[in-house]
């Protein structure tokens, strides 16, 4: 899910700046965090193994991360693959730092 995000993202680069940046629509860009929140919170990493109130900081934790690594891809000239920007988020957002070790 998360590759084939990237990819939509990529191939409509112009629209997706405009949307996840300072001058973007907050309202867009609170509904993408929104869902990408509730993904998040019923993944069994996080929600069967994280008590309640903790797994909604862990939650935001991930989705804002991975929003800003996206609007960073996006700012950068995406000069990664959607591919590689997929493996990343999903790594840092299952082992964080320690992935890379």
């Known amino acids: ?5 990237l990819v939509y993202i990529a ?3 112009e629209s997706c700046q405009t949307l996840f940046s ?3 629509d907050p309202s867009f860009q609170k509904k ?12 069994p990493l996080v929600g069967k193994h994280t008590k309640p109130d903790i797994s909604e900081y862990v939650s935001l934790y991930i989705v804002n991360g991975s929003i800003h690594i996206v609007q960073s891809w ?11 920007m997929a493996e990343l988020i ?3 957002g299952n082992r964080g730092l ?3 070790q």
């Not at 899910?1 to 995000?5: K, S, W």
């Open 1 to 5: 899910m998360t590759e084939n995000l």
């Open 11 to 13: 191939n409509n680069r």
């Open 22 to 24: 300072e001058y973007g």
């Open 32 to 43: 993408v965090m929104m869902l990408a929140h509730d993904h998040v919170i019923k993944t």
């Open 74 to 84: 996006l700012k950068n000239g995406l000069k990664q693959s959607p591919k590689e």
């Open 90 to 92: 999903i790594k840092l």
């Open 98 to 100: 320690s992935s890379f």
